[in-house]
């Protein structure tokens, strides 16, 4: 690997990290959802027809430690477990309006807290790191989709 591209990886590292304790530092005070269960929340957030078995790959883990975690924000009333109207046999599973206000409340947190430190940036470097953030996900969207397309036909 190149001595510059090391240097690159370096500083994305470096602004993952700054970026990271911007975003943590937002949500303090606000109802304590542990990690886990947050990333529950907002896979099923981004697709209304996640099921257990889908929630389970999503996380990468065994359906009984998803069903553990629904148990859980179900328990809180965060998440509902009804059956699919497509196939009875399955359980879709649903956000509460609680959850949703939950989301709602910790995305504009974190869009406020990284809007506190973009102000601070010359309107040109802001515009600079739009562009290189849209090149960087282009790229790891389509190395995602090739190892995805790999596992699949191995």
Do not use: K, W, Y
Request: charged share 30%; proline share 5%.
């Amino acid at each position: 690997m190149d001595d510059r591209v090391t240097d690159v990886a370096a500083a994305v590292e470096s602004a993952v990290e700054s970026l990271v304790s911007v975003l943590d530092g937002s949500v303090a005070g606000s109802p304590t959802v542990p990690p886990a269960q947050l990333r529950v929340l907002t896979i099923v957030a981004g697709n209304r027809h996640t099921n257990m078995s889908r929630l389970a790959e999503a996380l990468e883990v065994v359906p009984s430690s998803a069903s553990r975690l629904c148990d859980r924000l179900e328990a809180t009333g965060m998440l509902r477990r009804v059956p699919d109207p497509r196939d009875r046999r399955e359980v879709r599973l649903l956000l509460t309006p609680a959850a949703r206000r939950l989301l709602d409340d910790l995305r504009r947190r974190r869009r406020a807290a990284l809007a506190q430190v973009l102000e601070r940036m010359p309107a040109d470097d802001r515009q600079g790191l739009v562009h290189a953030l849209e090149a960087f996900a282009a790229v790891a969207g389509a190395d995602r989709a090739d190892a995805d397309g790999d596992l699949r036909t191995a």
